[in-house]
Every structure is written in structure tokens, then in C-alpha cells.
């Protein structure tokens, strides 16, 4: 399929959970054509990104003028990780200031390939590329890295404020265009959100942005349209466009069920803290569905007392367990780790026993998550890590912390049943006793297994012919395709 003329133009929004998935994306869009693929951002992502593909990778590169000292950031902050969270904010109205240098590169890729691009696959945060397509007559179609319930319940958040009128941080409201037993209060929202009152930085960027988004021609949807059908109307209703569910972007052997022992290996630019070989050793001594795995995602941690309390629940659940962990909130990240911000002799008492492995910084998620020792996930609800989780059938329990993670988190358990939420944020009071019961709830539940079980066969299933019958990720990537030539036609 495909026209070997035909060029596209992709620009991920500035973070490395973004990044990823566009190109994962990328790499997509080339296995089902021959289009000449273009992935834009900045100098140092764009320099970090080339440096990570094997010789054989046919995407182009392009980076955009960027310099963070103009927007008052500190030097080479090009990514949301790089940054505190008081600074991100910056970097998020920065992303705008790429729209003129983005519209020159178009206007020189159109004369380099004789004609204009097919299509700009741009970021849901970067909703201003519709400005640039609309100027120049191109598609633009809005790609959402996160799951259909995710960007529903954004969309129905940042457009609506709809806790803006409530009088306690507790009272529930429906989230606007959801069905009524879809209630969260203002504390489920990050800070962020829920001191937004339309005029404040973090509004003057997302509801324009979001806005821009749904004049796009379409979304695509890093989701298998099955595992989500809740998620994907409401989407549908705000959007009133086209969604091409395409997921999950997720390495073609997790998908695969006959199983291998071939590593995953590392990620671009992180430094395993643990070799997996180290970690699937481990994990080979415990029977199957007994550890949990820890993670709060590529960027976040929690707080010192969070982290106490997480620790001592997790020694009293008796349950082995490999947790990725990192320096409390109030702490640099990158600082040596410090015993005294777990009980004490934890990890002593926890490597003599065997019974915890603490992988400082980064663990290898994916070697984890498919080896069949593994039983649940304590997780931020991240959405890649949800989707890795449960394309291998783990169960969930949620600490959500940030972005759409309290999204994912309700659909987890409320619309999949596929897990339990333990708490939310940096600023709940987590105790001991909740952490031990919440571990049980999980792990010891056949129901919830069985149900993560069902969801991973319709990922794969979705995500793959079979009997050379596509799934329907599959079919949608074609239909994507062929509207896109389609419309070239007219
Ligand atoms: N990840 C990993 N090792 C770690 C932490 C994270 O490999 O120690 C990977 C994980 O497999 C996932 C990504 O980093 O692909 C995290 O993405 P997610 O959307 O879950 O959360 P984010 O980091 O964007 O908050």
C-alpha cells in the first residue's frame, strides 16, 4: 500500500512519554507503507533520538530553532523530565514558540518533495499545527498518546472546569460528558488542574491547545478499540471526528504469545539500573504470579513519608516484590540513595532474605512485566505502563499521580476491573495497613486476574492477524492509510 511520493510530517509534544510513542508510531505507519516519514522537534531530542536508532532506521529527522534560556529555562531543558514541576509549565507555552520555524519546514519539505506532505501527525499538545496545516492546505491529524478514557476525560476536564463551582475539595461531580457513575471530586485532580480557573498558565495552554486539536481532520489513539469502549464513545462525542484506534505501540514480542527469552534490552537514553538478566534471575526463583513490581513511571517518586509507609505495607504483605525506586519528592533525583528514607535496614533486611530487589532509578519494565513470576503492578498509571501491564495480563493497583493518570486509574478498576486504586498523589496520607490489604486484594483475587487475562487477549488479538484476519489496530491502520490517500485524491 502506499505511493513512494507521498511524505508525512510528525511532531511529538516535548517529553519523552510522547516522543516514544511517535515513534513507535512512525515505525508503524512505515511497516504498512512506503511514505518518506519526517519526525520534527528540538535540537537535543532530535540529537538524542538519531543516536538511538540502529542503522537500518529509514524515519528523518528534523530539528526545529529551539534555545531554553529564551523562555527562561534552565540550559538544555528541552523535556517535561528535565524539569521540576514549577518550571514545566514553561516549557509547555515554550512548545508554542516552535509554530513559525515548523510552517518555514513545511514550505521547504513541500519543495523538496515537489509537492506538499500527505499529512502533519501532530501531538494533542501541539494543537497549533492545525494553524500551520490550515495555512498551507494540509491534513492534520491529532495523535493522543494516551488511552480514549484518558484523553475523554482531559478533554472534559480542561474544556469544563467543572470543579471550578464546588464548595469542597471532596464533593463528586460527574466528569462532563460521562455517563453519571463516572464521579470524581477536586481531589482527585492533580494541583495543577484543580486550582485552574481559566485563567491561570496551565488553562492559557491547555484549553487553547485542546481546542486547536478538535478542528483537526481525525485522532489516532494509542488503544485497541475492544479494551475501551466507555472511553472511545465519550471521546467520539467531544471529537466528532474520525478515530483510528491503532494500539498498542508496544514491541511486536510482548504481543506475541509464544514466548521467548530474548531480552528487551535498555530504552534510549536511560541507563538500566539493574541488568535484566539480574532481574529475570531473580524472578525465576518465585513462583509464578507471586511479585509484585513498583514503578511510578519514567519521571515521578512520591513523598518521604509516602515512601516509609509504602515500605513497611509492602514488608508486612509478605509478598516478594522489585520496586524501582528513586529519591523522595523534595529530593534531587539524581543523588545517591539514601537508607534513611526507608525503615531502617530495609534493603539489608530485604536483599539477605531475598525477599525485595530495589532497582534504583531504572528496572527493566518490559523483561519484568512478561516474566510469569510477576502477579501485579504497583503503578502510577502511566499509560504505556498500563498498557504493557495489561497486554501481559498483570493486574493493577493505582497510585496515580499526575497528567491523565487519575483517568486511567478510575477505568482500571470501575470499567475493566482489572485492579484497585491504593491512593492518589504526593499529598494522601497512605497507611501500612492500606498498602498490606490493597497487595492482597490484588494478588490474591482470581477474578481480577481473570479479567486482566481477558483484556490481554484482546490486546493481542486486536494487534494482530489471525488466521490472516486482521485485528482491528490493524484494520484501523489501513483504513487510516487509505483515507489519507483518499483524500490526496480529491
Ligand atoms: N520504564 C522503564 N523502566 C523504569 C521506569 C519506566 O522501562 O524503571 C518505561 C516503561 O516501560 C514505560 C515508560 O518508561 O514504557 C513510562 O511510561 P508511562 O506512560 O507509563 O509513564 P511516564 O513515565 O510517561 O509518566
Redesign the pocket.
Known amino acids: 500500500m502506499g505511493n513512494s511520493q507521498e511524505h508525512i510530517v510528525m511532531i511529538p509534544f516535548l ?4 516522543i ?2 511517535f515513534m513507535e508510531l512512525a515505525k508503524k505507519i512505515q511497516e504498512t507503507t512506503d511514505f518518506t516519514i519526517t519526525l520534527v522537534n528540538t535540537p537535543l531530542n532530535i540529537q538524542k533520538l538519531k543516536s538511538a536508532q540502529s542503522s537500518s532506521c529509514k524515519i528523518h529527522f528534523a530539528s526545529l530553532p529551539f534555545n531554553p534560556l529564551d523562555h527562561n529555562l534552565p540550559p538544555n531543558t528541552e523535556t517535561t ?1 528535565a524539569l521540576p514541576l514549577t518550571h514545566v509549565i514553561a516549557l509547555f507555552h515554550a512548545s508554542t514558540s516552535l509554530q513559525l520555524p515548523f510552517q518555514e519546514l513545511i514550505s521547504e519539505l513541500t519543495s523538496k518533495h515537489g509537492k506538499p506532505p500527505l499529512c502533519i501527525i501532530s501531538d494533542v499538545f501541539m494543537g497549533w499545527t492545525n494553524q500551520v496545516a490550515k495555512l498551507l492546505h494540509i491534513t492534520n491529524v491529532s495523535f493522543s ?1 494516551c488511552g480514549a478514557y484518558g484523553s475523554a476525560g482531559y478533554i472534559s476536564v480542561w474544556q469544563n472546569l467543572p470543579h471550578r463551582s464546588l464548595e469542597s475539595d471532596d464533593q463528586e461531580f460527574v466528569m462532563p460528558g460521562f455517563p453519571d457513575r463516572c464521579k470524581i471530586t477536586r481531589a482527585h485532580l492533580h494541583k495543577y488542574v484543580r486550582n485552574a480557573d481559566g485563567n491561570d498558565d496551565w488553562s492559557k495552554f491547555f484549553q487553547p491547545q485542546i481546542s486547536l486539536s478538535l478542528g483537526s481532520f481525525g485522532w489516532l489513539c494509542n488503544t485497541v478499540e475492544e479494551i475501551e469502549p466507555l472511553g472511545l464513545k465519550v471521546l467520539e462525542n467531544y471529537t466528532k471526528l474520525p478515530i483510528w484506534c491503532i494500539g498498542p505501540l508496544l514491541p511486536p514480542r510482548m504481543l506475541d504469545s509464544s514466548s521467548s527469552n530474548e531480552i ?1 534490552g ?2 534510549a537514553g ?1 541507563e ?2 539493574l541488568s535484566p538478566e539480574t532481574c529475570l534471575q531473580w524472578l525465576d526463583s518465585y513462583a509464578e504470579n507471586s511479585v509484585l513490581y513498583i ?6 517518586t512520591i513523598s518521604p513519608a509516602q515512601m516509609m509507609e509504602l515500605a513497611t505495607g509492602v514488608e508486612e504483605s509478605g509478598k516478594p516484590f522489585i520496586w ?1 525506586i528513586r529519591p523522595p519528592i523534595g529530593f534531587n533525583l539524581n543523588e545517591k540513595f539514601r537508607d534513611e528514607w526507608l525503615p531502617h535496614k530495609f534493603e539489608e533486611r530485604m536483599s539477605a532474605s531475598k525477599r525485595g530487589l530495589l ?1 534504583h ?6 523483561d519484568i ?1 512478561c516474566h510469569k513470576s510477576t502477579g501485579a503492578f504497583l ?10 501491564s495489561l497486554s501481559q495480563g498483570v493486574p493493577l493497583i493505582g497510585w496515580p ?3 491523565e ?1 487519575v483517568y486511567n486509574s478510575k477505568m482500571i478498576e470501575e470499567e475493566m476491573g482489572v485492579g484497585v486504586e491504593l491512593t492518589r498523589g504526593l499529598e494522601s496520607c497512605i497507611r501500612k495497613n492500606d498498602v498490606k490489604r490493597v497487595i492482597e486484594t490484588v494478588m490474591e483475587n482470581e477474578g481480577i486476574r481473570k479479567k486482566a487475562n481477558e483484556i490481554s487477549k484482546m490486546i493481542k488479538k486486536g494487534a494482530r492477524p489471525i488466521n490472516g484476519k486482521k485485528g482491528s489496530s490493524l484494520r484501523a491502520m489501513d483504513d487510516f492509510v487509505s483515507t489519507l490517500l483518499s483524500i490526496s485524491r480529491v
Not at 15 to 18: E, L, R, S, Y
Not at 295 to 300: D, P, V, Y
Not at 361 to 366: H, V, Y
Not at 381 to 387: A, D, I, P, Q, V
Open positions: 517529553a519523552q512519554g510522547h516514544i510513542p523530565e498518546t528487551f535498555k530504552r536511560k538500566p539500573g514503578s511510578f513511571g519514567s519521571q515521578n524501582t532497582v532509578k531504572w528496572a527493566p519494565q518490559l512485566l503503578t502510577h498509571c502511566g499509560w504505556n505502563s498500563t498498557l504493557e499521580l499526575a497528567a493518570q
